[in-house]
């Protein structure tokens, strides 16, 4: 049985989605990046992190590249080229992604356009 650590507003929903895909059981502990009730399974506090034999397993892609290898299904042979060339389009699509996640957040918690302006008149 896999138990998945994390709620579905983050990476946790391809985890989620994937054990759904894949027709799997699975129990879920909802909380949030660095919350008790992550913490008291997973000292890092990260989420997702999927437990399995007593084992606390980080990343989301790892994580359902490991249950799609682990259930022969939602992938290609390892070693084959098709293989290859579905792991360079994940792995393009999300860079492309999470640079773009990035700077969105970037600028609007960490650098808001009203800081900016501060600094600006600063000078």
């Excluded at 397993?57 to 992938?75: E, G, K, Q, W």
């Amino acid at each position: 049985m896999y138990t998945v650590l994390g709620s579905t507003k983050n990476r946790t929903l391809r985890v989620i989605w994937t054990l759904e895909e894949l027709g799997v059981s699975y129990d879920q502990v909802v909380g949030d990046p660095a919350s008790a009730e992550v913490k008291a399974l997973n000292p890092t506090g990260k989420v997702p992190a999927l437990i399995l034999e007593g084992e606390v397993l980080p990343d989301s892609v790892a994580i359902m590249t490991f249950l799609s290898d682990r259930h022969n299904a939602l992938t290609f042979p390892a070693g084959s080229v098709e293989r290859l060339r579905m792991d360079g389009h994940i792995q393009f699509l999300l860079e492309e992604f999470d640079s773009l996640l990035w700077v969105a957040a970037k600028n609007s918690f960490i650098n808001p356009v009203d800081h900016a302006r501060q600094r600006s008149n600063l000078c």
